[in-house]
């Protein structure tokens, strides 16, 4: 009985499903779209253009775009800044592919509290960050403190406000969307690619090398862009951990506007910045296109 009742059941799912399958389907109208149209003329296109603007004066339209290339303080900076950029997203790399490696492969139960401790510095304010480092490294701080203690140091040293320190509070900061990036890939990595390389040979080093590695690129491309693109924009960082001697275009762009006044100058040195971003998302583009990603 249950299963002649269950027929006519089945019969009828079935018959909506081909229904469905053959209905035609048509595009939403494109009033649906006018909110986030206007949104993102207000809020993104008109700022772009008035910054544009700004860079731009009727007398010497380029002449900040000329300084900053060719003056040689301002071209130092310039180079500082893909310096800074290039050398941070390599140290999250350097440190983040493990911890990705680690969360896929091995982390097993503990992989959302490793997801917590990563997340967790992006929770907090970057003020209260960079404090921290500043109580565990300042003359008087607590690691200072304890090397003094220990005899392996004569007196304490003010390790804040150096190169450094830098680099140190930026890969706290932006470990993290390197580490998400890769692996969110390496989740999708087929296991079985890597048990048929050492099935025919291939030693653990090797199928990481020849199979693992080269699957993940999607995931590191990203990150990377993320890190360089996100350090080209930190300036609180330099100004609290430099003291100084880190000067990007990002802490000028600031100084620009609290100290001179040159509303211009800075746009032009942020629209450089902007063209930085936009050079990496189409690097990004076209490896995702060889890499056949539409």
């Given amino acids: 009985m249950n299963g002649e009742a269950a027929l006519p059941i089945a019969a009828t799912t079935e018959r909506e499903v081909a229904e469905r399958r053959d209905r035609s389907y048509t595009l939403a109208s494109g009033k649906w779209a006018l909110p ?5 003329l207000v809020f993104f296109v008109l700022p772009l253009v008035a910054n544009i603007w700004r860079s731009l004066p009727t007398d010497n339209p380029f002449g900040f775009y ?13 180079w500082q800044t893909v310096k800074v950029s290039a050398l941070t997203t390599l140290a999250c790399l350097v440190f983040g592919y493990p911890v990705s490696y680690f969360m896929v492969r091995y982390a097993g139960k503990w992989n959302s509290l490793i997801v917590f401790l990563l997340i967790a510095p992006l929770l ?8 921290g480092w500043t109580v565990l490294f300042a003359r008087r ?19 804040v406000n150096t190169e450094i320190m830098v680099y140190v ?3 706290h900061v932006l470990a993290p969307f390197m580490v998400l990036s890769i692996a ?5 990595v087929n296991r079985s690619l890597e048990e048929s390389a050492q099935i025919l040979g291939a030693s653990k080093l090797r199928t990481f090398l020849t199979v693992t ?8 491309a990203t990150g990377c862009i993320l890190v360089f693109v996100l350090t080209n924009g930190s300036f609180l960082t330099m100004l ?8 990007t275009l990002s802490l000028l762009i600031y100084q620009q506007f609290t100290l001179t006044q040159n509303i211009g100058f800075a746009a032009a040195m942020g629209n450089v910045l902007l063209l930085f971003a936009l050079i990496g998302m189409v690097i990004q583009l076209r490896f995702l296109r060889r890499k056949g990603v539409k």
């Fill in 169 to 171: 509070g930026l890969i």
């Fill in 184 to 188: 969110s890939v390496l989740q999708g």
């Fill in 141 to 159: 701080g607590l690691i200072t403190t304890w090397l003094v203690d220990l005899g392996l140091m004569e007196k304490p040293i003010n390790l």
């Fill in 124 to 131: 907090t304010s970057i003020i209260m960050r960079t404090f």
């Fill in 213 to 220: 590695l080269p699957l993940s690129l999607d995931g590191i």
């Fill in 36 to 40: 986030a149209l206007i949104f993102l």
């Fill in 66 to 78: 000329r300084t900053l290339f060719t003056d040689a303080y301002y071209l130092n900076i310039v």
């Fill in 240 to 247: 609290l951990l430099g003291g100084g001697k880190v000067t």
